[in-house]
């Protein structure tokens, strides 16, 4: 599906910073936007596309406007998009906002995802209901877009034909290395696995890089991919043979062949899964685009740009 994670991820920080603004037991504020009967006031407006800036983001007075009023744009458009929500009378379960929380927190080390609700000024609480508004957003796009859209196979196969250099792939080796500091260093690590020693062990205990902790597993490459050094080494070396020493900017390197793939043309039988995901990604972002194209033509959208222009 189109990007609808990070669709959901953007909906929260931004409906959270606007929920954070709102101000109590004040006098009635100016009112910047109104969309289908949906308000955000200037102050809350101001107060979030700031807390959207980098605190070290350098801008000319041009760059912060044009930022500005693309905030602004999206502000409309997920207020849009939350009146279509209503109109639809779509909801989000307290099961679906728990599940959705629990695999934000995951991203979070231990303790930390606390100190960032409190950096960006919000409580727990607060953070749930915006989640719940962005998973709401996320249920409507999907329902009025995402499910409409479909692949044939005569579209899959049409973008064969015409990209097929798309589909060539280039010889390729899958190899493992151990990186060292020093030449010294290198001779002692090559003596270990000359005498039988796993490599994937011992580039678990000496390698520093950080690939060392898969025992230096590189995965497939091409020509190119890698140092130079590497290309005049792994794609002649034989299948299970160690390198020597290796030199290069990172250190000394000890390299092993796990496996050669010869250049080859990708079926379409191999490749169509590919080819499907990429056309349905591609077709979800246009029927997205269009959607929210027809909301804004027949919403009412009032904007006091005298009050922006403050």
């Not at 962005?134 to 973008?159: F, H, P, S």
């Not at 290309?231 to 390299?255: C, E, N, Q």
Request: charged share 30%; glycine share 6%; proline share 4%.
């Amino acid at each position: 599906m189109i990007a609808r994670h990070s669709r959901a991820l953007s909906l929260v920080v931004i409906l959270c910073l606007l929920c954070a603004c709102r101000s109590r037991g004040e006098s009635p504020p100016e009112v910047l936007l109104r969309v289908n009967g949906r308000s955000v006031t200037l102050k809350q407006f101001k107060e979030a596309f700031e807390k959207s800036l980098s605190p070290d983001q350098a801008l000319s007075a041009r760059e912060k406007e044009d930022l500005e009023h693309s905030f602004l744009v999206q502000t409309i458009d997920r207020q849009l998009i939350l009146a279509e929500a209503a109109r639809r009378e779509l909801s989000v379960t307290p099961a679906e906002v728990d599940a959705a929380l629990q695999i934000y927190r995951r991203d979070y080390p231990p303790g930390t995802f606390k100190k960032m609700l409190q950096a960006r000024g919000t409580s727990l609480e607060a953070w749930r209901g915006e989640l719940e508004r962005a998973l709401l957003i996320e249920k409507v796009v999907r329902q009025a877009v995402d499910a409409k859209v479909t692949v044939g196979k005569g579209e899959i196969a049409a973008y064969y034909r015409k990209h097929r250099q798309e589909f060539d792939r280039p010889a390729q080796v899958r190899a493992r290395q151990i990186v060292v500091k020093t030449q010294a260093e290198g001779r002692k690590v090559l003596a270990l696995l000359q005498q039988g020693e796993p490599f994937a062990e011992v580039a678990k205990k000496y390698s520093l890089s950080p690939d060392s902790e898969q025992g230096g597993d590189l995965g497939f490459f091409g020509r190119g991919e890698m140092p130079p050094a590497f290309d005049a080494v792994v794609f002649s070396l034989p299948k299970g043979k160690l390198s020597g020493l290796v030199k290069s900017d990172y250190g000394y390197h000890i390299l092993q062949v796990e496996e050669h793939r010869k250049a080859v043309h990708l079926p379409l039988k191999d490749v169509r899964e590919r080819v499907r995901e990429k056309l349905h990604r591609e077709k979800e972002e246009q029927a997205y685009q269009q959607w929210l194209q027809d909301l804004r033509t027949q919403a009412s959208i009032e904007v006091n740009w005298s009050l922006l222009q403050k």
